[in-house]
């Protein structure tokens, strides 16, 4: 029995998008364009673009009804998790969950994925979580996923964390401060992992010291020893989520590129939150069996691929329709972006020990902390960007700032300066926010990206004209 | 030497004693950030030389590597590095000290690489391991130094730079109780420009400017102020900031800024392993809100400082952007609002002279709101 959305004023983003969700559970497993339209045409202006942006396309609507049922009995799960008395823990989506999920008393819930779903399932997209946190006084130059999130838990009644890990110190200011925040605010234990500025031996080894750290403070905050049984399960799955991953990546070099652009917000949903299950493994291979399918069929959406795009930074998020599907259907393939750099070490499970220091390593590069809490965070951030760039086979990266990213900001000059000598690829610069259209609205993202494609890459990607011999005499 | 003329005039990029030392033959190391122990320069026979920008208002060089949502303090301190104001400097010590400052050190190291560089990576929270590290980065910065400038430091010439360097912490103090009293005897004005001034100086020269000017005002009869004010916030190396709102009537009677009292937080018995000693002191009392768990012990030290200096009214001061005060001020004006001490959140840009009206505005409300009004 599927319980009926009620939906109350004070509930806070996770209830609220959960009950509208639960709509999508009602759904047959295949649905046509005309009941993709239909219920397009049902729901919120709002959410019309959520509507499209997942289920427009049709070869890859089937696992985007399957991909929202999953997000929906992960976060019944959270809900369940807590009624029986485990602990919920906030996590950002630059720490694995699975460290999380390791713990039978405890349950992850990335911030960042509230944030997404509440600007892609609520009326009003969130913003009066974020001018809730702005009320109460703090910075407007704050992270807008992290800020809504906490701005939509001091607003209303819900699942309330019991305590928030954050691995931002070292890394990213605003996001360790609002944790800090929220974690005052709220009342709840804050546990944090450094990033050492130190990429040597030095800083790794101090880093993996401030992983055990974390994990004997989730122990004694869990009541429970973390077990090398259920540990071994879940890097087990997570290794084999990673081999999944990497085959996706490969895959992602092919000219047409055979992945669908939205299968970029679905990997950034998985790895935030349910990396280490088997649902992850499930969803992701899936995709790949599509994106494998289309490889060997050719079938692509837009007649021709015309643009292959890296996002160097983070996509924008707060409209799926007119980010994804409308880069796709223009023949523009987005093949990642920062958060999409992953590099997976081999694993080794035979003890407890070498999995927390495969953790480590994980932990240590995880995007975003790799590159903003490097020695250099500009040399870091290139080198990781040029190398996606010219093993993808992009030829043309597209930055959408993020006013809380002070140091991609800071660096980007250079970034593309340098990316330009190196990769021979040009960076368009937006000004923009992943999750509040409020900054830029994706009408003049889309204008900018089309005119950029036009007048640039596609110009580049032209045969050179040759120089007419002036006239003789 | 007079306050009024022995510092502020002196209140400069390159000093007349920072001139007088390189004609000697001195090299000078700049630093940015309280959590350097600048007794490790000191001992290496180096002049310590805090990086400022004292309200320069031209950024259009750094604005073409940093952008205008970097703090234009670091935008202010980066086009004086870019322009060759700060070419007379030997080298410089990078600290992690915000994701702006972080940023700037390394457009500045592109366009114009000092003769000397360190990163000093400082932890974010206080514990073992942690210290244990940063000892670890003393002792590589002590060599980098030794190094590069063909020194020795020895542990002696630690203790003595040590030593020294409480001489001046000590004399700080006598200076800030003058400024407590009930008729302060010396104004917030005057002591940020003797700590800027300060902070480009060696210390047993620096120890005999404050020791002069404790001598000079200890016996002055002082005014009662309008207010008592205290201010807090981020690197504020403005001094005119500090003379506008005195222009108010209101007297900064304590500060808890970066380039103030906060410079002088350290303490520690000389005895033991200098280089543990200086982690342990520096770390520990690095009362700024880059520390991440250490939100009470701010609190704690503000309100302590607030109670001991019988504040009226609490300005926190920081620069646009600036996340880490401007999520602190938040709590800071929720627990010190529970305390019975009105604060003033002041967000400004760095430099802005056209930001004034508009502060000078909202400091007039907030005196008549405390009782010092005209």
């Not at chain 1, 980010?323 to 093949?335: N, Q, T, Y």
């Not at chain 2, 005195?246 to 380039?259: K, P, S």
Request: proline share 4%; net charge negative; aromatic share 10%.
């Amino acid at each position: 029995m599927i319980p009926t959305p009620v939906l109350r004023e004070g509930d806070n983003a996770f209830e609220r998008t959960l009950n509208i969700l639960d709509m999508i559970y009602k759904f047959p497993d295949h649905i046509s364009d005309e009941e993709v339209e239909g219920v397009a045409n049902y729901v919120n202006p709002d959410i019309r673009n959520t509507v499209l942006g997942l289920f427009e396309i049709g070869s890859a609507r089937d696992l985007e009804v399957l991909f929202v049922k999953k997000v929906i009995d992960i976060l019944r799960e959270a809900q369940r998790a807590k009624a029986e008395g485990k602990k919920v823990v906030f996590v950002p989506f630059t720490f694995p969950p699975e460290i999380i999920f390791a713990f039978e008393n405890l349950f992850p819930v990335c911030t960042e994925v509230i944030a997404g779903l509440a600007v892609n399932v609520l009326a009003g997209q969130g913003e009066r979580f974020w001018d809730f946190a702005m009320g109460i006084g703090l910075p407007d130059s704050l992270c807008t996923a992290n800020t809504m999130t906490v701005g939509s838990f001091l607003m209303g009644p819900g699942l309330k964390p019991d305590a928030i890990v954050s691995n931002s110190p070292g890394s990213c200011n605003p996001n360790a401060k609002i944790h800090a925040f929220a974690a005052d605010y709220l009342g709840i234990p804050q546990f944090i992992l450094e990033k050492p500025v130190d990429d040597s031996e030095r800083g790794r080894e101090l880093y993996h010291k401030y992983l055990c750290d974390l994990i004997k403070n989730l122990e004694e905050f869990a009541g429970e020893e973390l077990s090398e049984q259920r540990l071994r399960e879940v890097v087990l799955k997570s290794s084999r989520a990673a081999d999944l991953y990497n085959e996706f990546w490969e895959l992602r070099k092919a000219r047409p590129c055979p992945v669908h652009n939205i299968f970029n917000a679905n990997i950034l949903f998985l790895r935030s939150q349910l990396w280490g299950r088997d649902e992850a493994i499930e969803l992701l291979g899936k995709m790949v069996d599509i994106s494998k399918e289309r490889l060997r069929t050719g079938e692509y959406t837009a007649p021709k691929e015309i643009a292959r795009v890296y996002v160097s930074y983070i996509f924008a998020l707060f409209d799926l329709h007119g980010f994804f599907p409308w880069m796709e259907k223009r023949g523009i393939s987005i093949l990642g972006d920062i958060l999409a750099i992953h590099f997976f070490p081999p694993v080794d499970t035979s003890s407890k020990e070498s999995m927390l220091r495969w953790l480590s390593e994980v932990t240590f590069d995880y995007p975003m902390t790799r590159q903003m809490g490097a020695s250099e965070i500009s040399l870091k951030w290139l080198e990781d960007i040029s190398f996606a760039v010219k093993d993808l086979g992009a030829d043309c990266c597209v930055y959408i700032g993020h006013h809380a990213c002070k140091h991609t900001a800071g660096s980007l000059s250079f970034l593309r300066r340098e990316l330009m000598k190196q990769t021979k690829v040009p960076t368009l610069t937006l000004v923009g926010d992943s999750f509040d259209k409020r900054h830029t609205p994706m009408s003049i993202i889309q204008e900018e990206i089309e005119l950029f494609v036009d007048k640039v890459v596609s110009k580049r990607k032209g045969p050179k004209r040759r120089k007419k011999a002036s006239t003789p005499g | 030497m007079s306050v009024s003329l022995g510092v502020q005039e002196q209140a400069a990029i390159l000093t007349d004693y920072v001139v007088d030392w390189k004609d000697r033959g001195g090299k000078v190391l700049a630093y940015t950030c309280v959590s350097m122990p600048i007794e490790i320069i000191e001992a290496a026979g180096l002049l310590p030389y805090r990086l400022k920008a004292l309200g320069h208002p031209d950024t259009y060089l750094a604005d073409g590597e940093l952008s205008p949502l970097n703090c234009s303090f670091c935008r202010s301190c980066l086009q004086l590095g870019m322009d060759g104001t700060y070419n007379f400097l030997d080298g410089i010590i990078e600290s992690n000290g915000c994701d702006h400052m972080r940023v700037m050190f390394e457009n500045w190291r592109r366009v114009n690489e000092p003769g000397f560089f360190h990163y000093l990576k400082v932890p974010h929270f206080f514990g073992e391991d942690s210290l244990e590290y940063f000892e670890g980065e003393l002792e590589l910065l002590k060599e980098a130094i030794c190094e590069h400038f063909s020194v020795e430091v020895s542990d002696a010439d630690l203790t003595a730079a040590m030593e020294r360097q409480q001489e001046v912490r000590r004399m700080f103090r006598e200076l800030c109780s003058l400024r407590r009293r009930e008729r302060p005897a010396v104004n917030g004005s005057e002591v940020l420009a003797l700590t800027i001034n300060g902070s480009s100086m060696r210390s047993e020269d620096f120890l005999e400017v404050l020791s002069g000017v404790v001598e000079e005002r200890e016996g002055a009869p002082g005014e009662t102020p309008r207010a008592r004010l205290m201010l807090c916030g981020a690197a504020t190396d403005e001094v005119k900031w500090f003379e506008e709102i005195e222009r108010m009537g209101g007297l900064i009677v304590a500060d808890a800024q970066c380039f103030g009292a906060r410079a002088f937080c350290q303490d520690y018995d000389t005895g033991g392993d200098p280089l543990r000693v200086l982690a342990e002191s520096y770390l520990a009392n690095l009362f700024c809100p880059r520390m991440y768990t250490e939100y009470d012990k701010r609190r704690d030290f503000i309100l302590q400082t607030a109670r001991r200096a019988n504040v009226e009214g609490v300005i926190v001061l920081y620069n646009k952007f600036c996340d880490l005060h401007g999520v602190d001020a938040v709590l800071l004006r929720r627990d010190l609002a529970e305390e019975g001490i009105p604060v003033l959140i002041l967000e400004k840009e760095y430099s802005a002279r056209a930001d004034i009206g508009r502060v000078k505005t909202r400091i007039q409300a907030f005196m008549e709101r405390i009782g010092g009004g005209a």
